[in-house]
């Protein structure tokens, strides 16, 4: 049998192409019965179903699939050959950790080792996570043996706090103002559907043993983020996913996308990256209201952004410490984020601050047109940033989202490209549970390693720092309860909702004026 070829970054034609497909649903009910619980045997599950399809198109399949109340199952499908498919059981395994991930991966790798290895991780999303050991998380050291207490709720110091959020008092001498560098993390952790840290997934591929990969589609939420992919750069090609929600398709676009790899003959890992997006769209633009922004980035070209991204940080910096008007330009950084692109991170579907992930590309654009003084060369570095992530979106939809009709989502500006967190973006005290860990960049080696890893791009750049000083003088409240947002699935079997009209409310930021009552929210 002919295999479509695949030619990778460094000129290489490979023989034929594996797909290796992580799927940790183990977690969700939803994903791992989905469609509305029809599939209770995993092959009635229509990613089954898809992956069969995608062997018949002379792509290898590979996939670890793990679902609710079920054993871990390895299935193996050959290219060409769907009916050949076997299913073994691996027990139970730890999605989240970096070896079972960098497991699958070697066991591509030996089964076919002159194929292409093409990553695709189903189920949740994130963005940024910490790498956290929870062995770690004692009574004595979460408290450090007492001298923090941890309460939940609204107290009269933080009146506006979400009911269920951990805090602290205000003024707690362990707490420097401005930012919650707490000496030990935070107690909080999600409890439902975490996905692998970001440590851990640039961990899993450094240490697989297998040769790098051509494209990792991250066909979840959130996960087209700066740091994970500054992380994840040495190990692959190309990158491909969306930096707000997707929708949970179950792997719908895959037959006709390695359809057409088939009938090509061949592509390079640049193209099927951008498939990936492309597919992606199709499925979803299709129903309507499904409305998603997808993107491909040539891996390589992280080190140049990263390197541009430490730079308007530091001027960044410069100018909030060095300025005389510090407020003023507090304000004017303020006032570039509200304008730039939001993704989900809060209660509630609107896309706009507080959300805590910014779209890198937008908020540098914005920067290029805020009112700083003109030595610090923000302008400069900021348009610097948006030329090396251009290119980086491939398409963005503009629709209502079937999962609340009241709200539109607006991905068509061009300066979009992928997430980076940005907690607490107006300034009121209150952050996103993982922040501890993200600025905690010198953790004190005498206390317990609650967060045993730390990702480099925390530590090369100045983004870190840029964040700690944007945030000084303004008092630590709390931090905001911790969940992985639920994942949006397709509307697979319901008419689509009725559309609102267009005099109804809109979260897309740039059809709406700045709405200073959502600092109080």
Same mark, same amino acid.
């Given at each position: 049998?002919?295999?479509?070829?695949?030619?990778?970054?460094?000129?290489?034609?490979?023989?034929?192409?594996?797909?290796?497909?992580?799927?940790?649903?183990?977690?969700?009910?939803?994903? *791992?019965?989905?469609?509305?619980?029809?599939?209770? #045997?995993?092959?009635?599950?229509?990613?089954?179903?898809? @992956?069969?399809?995608?062997?018949?198109?002379?792509?290898?399949?590979?996939?670890?699939?793990?679902? /609710?109340? &079920?054993?871990?199952?390895?299935?193996?499908?050959?290219?060409?050959?769907?009916?050949?498919?076997?299913?073994?059981?691996?027990?139970?395994?730890?999605? *989240?950790?970096?070896?079972?991930?960098?497991?699958?991966l070697h066991?591509?790798?030996?089964?076919?080792?002159?194929?292409?290895?093409?990553?695709?991780?189903?189920? &949740?999303?994130?963005?940024?996570?910490?790498?956290?050991?929870?062995?770690?998380?004692?009574?004595?050291n979460?408290?450090? &043996?007492?001298?923090?207490?941890?309460?939940?709720?609204?107290?009269?110091?933080?009146?506006?706090?979400?009911?269920?959020?951990?805090?602290?008092?205000?003024?707690?001498?362990?707490?420097?103002?401005?930012s919650?560098?707490?000496?030990?993390?935070?107690?909080?952790?999600?409890?439902?559907?975490?996905?692998?840290?970001?440590?851990?997934?640039?961990?899993?591929?450094?240490?697989?043993?297998?040769?790098?990969?051509?494209? +990792?589609?991250?066909?979840?939420?959130?996960?087209?983020?700066a740091?994970?992919?500054?992380?994840?750069?040495?190990?692959?090609?190309?990158?491909?996913?969306?930096?707000?929600?997707?929708?949970?398709?179950?792997?719908?676009?895959?037959?006709?996308?390695f359809?057409?790899?088939?009938?090509?003959?061949?592509?390079?890992?640049?193209?099927?990256a951008?498939?990936?997006?492309?597919?992606?769209?199709?499925?979803l633009a299709?129903?309507?209201?499904?409305? $998603?922004?997808?993107?491909?980035? &040539?891996?390589a070209?992280?080190?140049?952004?990263?390197?541009? @991204?430490?730079?308007l940080?530091?001027?960044?910096?410069?100018a909030l410490?060095?300025?005389?008007?510090?407020?003023?330009?507090?304000?004017?950084?303020?006032?570039?984020?509200?304008?730039?692109?939001?993704?989900?991170?809060?209660?509630?579907?609107?896309?706009?601050?507080?959300?805590?992930? $910014?779209?890198?590309?937008?908020?540098?654009? /914005?920067?290029?047109a805020?009112?700083?003084?003109?030595?610090?060369?923000?302008?400069?570095?900021?348009?610097?940033?948006?030329?090396?992530?251009?290119?980086?979106?491939?398409?963005?939809?503009?629709?209502?989202?079937?999962?609340?009709?009241?709200?539109?989502?607006?991905?068509?500006? $061009? $300066?979009?490209?992928?997430?980076?967190?940005?907690?607490?973006?107006?300034?009121?005290?209150l952050? #996103?549970?993982?922040?501890?860990?993200?600025?905690?960049?010198n953790?004190?080696?005498?206390?317990?390693a609650?967060?045993?890893?730390?990702?480099?791009?925390?530590?090369?750049?100045?983004?870190?720092?840029?964040? +700690?000083?944007?945030?000084?003088?303004?008092?630590?409240?709390?931090?905001?309860p911790?969940?992985?947002?639920?994942?949006?699935?397709?509307?697979?079997?319901?008419?689509?909702?009725?559309?609102?009209s267009? *005099?109804s409310?809109?979260?897309?930021?740039?059809?709406?004026?700045?709405?200073? *009552?959502?600092?109080?929210?």
């Amino acid at each position: 049998m002919t295999y479509p070829t695949l030619t990778t970054d460094d000129g290489r034609e490979t023989r034929s192409v594996t797909l290796a497909v992580f799927a940790p649903f183990g977690t969700d009910e939803t994903l *791992s019965t989905y469609p509305e619980g029809a599939s209770q #045997d995993l092959t009635q599950h229509p990613l089954f179903e898809n @992956l069969l399809k995608v062997a018949e198109q002379g792509t290898h399949v590979l996939a670890l699939i793990d679902r /609710a109340g &079920h054993d871990t199952l390895l299935v193996r499908i050959p290219a060409g050959q769907p009916g050949a498919v076997t299913v073994e059981s691996r027990w139970k395994q730890d999605m *989240s950790a970096p070896n079972t991930l960098a497991g699958l991966l070697h066991e591509a790798w030996l089964w076919q080792p002159d194929s292409a290895i093409v990553l695709t991780l189903e189920g &949740h999303g994130a963005g940024y996570l910490p790498e956290i050991d929870r062995r770690k998380l004692s009574v004595t050291n979460i408290t450090d &043996h007492g001298k923090v207490v941890w309460k939940i709720g609204v107290t009269d110091e933080s009146p506006t706090l979400p009911l269920g959020s951990p805090i602290l008092p205000l003024g707690s001498p362990i707490l420097p103002l401005g930012s919650p560098i707490l000496p030990l993390g935070s107690p909080i952790l999600p409890m439902n559907h975490m996905p692998i840290s970001t440590w851990g997934m640039g961990r899993a591929l450094q240490t697989a043993g297998v040769p790098k990969l051509a494209v +990792i589609h991250f066909n979840n939420c959130f996960n087209m983020s700066a740091e994970l992919l500054h992380t994840i750069a040495p190990y692959a090609d190309f990158a491909a996913g969306y930096p707000n929600y997707n929708f949970f398709t179950a792997g719908a676009a895959y037959p006709t996308l390695f359809a057409r790899l088939n009938a090509a003959g061949g592509a390079s890992s640049a193209q099927l990256a951008r498939w990936f997006a492309e597919g992606n769209r199709d499925v979803l633009a299709a129903k309507g209201n499904h409305p $998603t922004t997808g993107c491909a980035v &040539h891996l390589a070209a992280m080190h140049d952004v990263t390197e541009k @991204l430490d730079d308007l940080a530091d001027a960044l910096l410069s100018a909030l410490r060095i300025a005389p008007n510090a407020s003023d330009v507090r304000n004017e950084i303020q006032q570039a984020i509200i304008r730039a692109q939001q993704y989900d991170t809060e209660a509630g579907l609107p896309l706009e601050t507080p959300d805590e992930l $910014t779209d890198l590309c937008s908020f540098a654009q /914005a920067l290029t047109a805020v009112n700083l003084p003109a030595h610090y060369n923000i302008a400069a570095l900021a348009q610097g940033l948006v030329n090396a992530l251009n290119g980086v979106k491939v398409y963005g939809e503009n629709d209502h989202p079937w999962i609340d009709p009241s709200v539109r989502w607006n991905f068509s500006e $061009t $300066t979009l490209a992928m997430n980076i967190f940005l907690p607490d973006p107006l300034l009121r005290g209150l952050w #996103d549970w993982r922040s501890p860990y993200y600025l905690d960049v010198n953790p004190d080696p005498a206390k317990p390693a609650v967060q045993p890893a730390i990702i480099d791009f925390l530590q090369v750049t100045d983004w870190v720092d840029f964040l +700690i000083e944007y945030h000084k003088d303004t008092p630590f409240l709390g931090l905001l309860p911790a969940v992985i947002p639920e994942f949006p699935v397709f509307n697979a079997r319901f008419e689509p909702p009725d559309q609102p009209s267009d *005099s109804s409310p809109a979260s897309d930021h740039h059809d709406r004026p700045d709405q200073p *009552s959502q600092m109080a929210q």
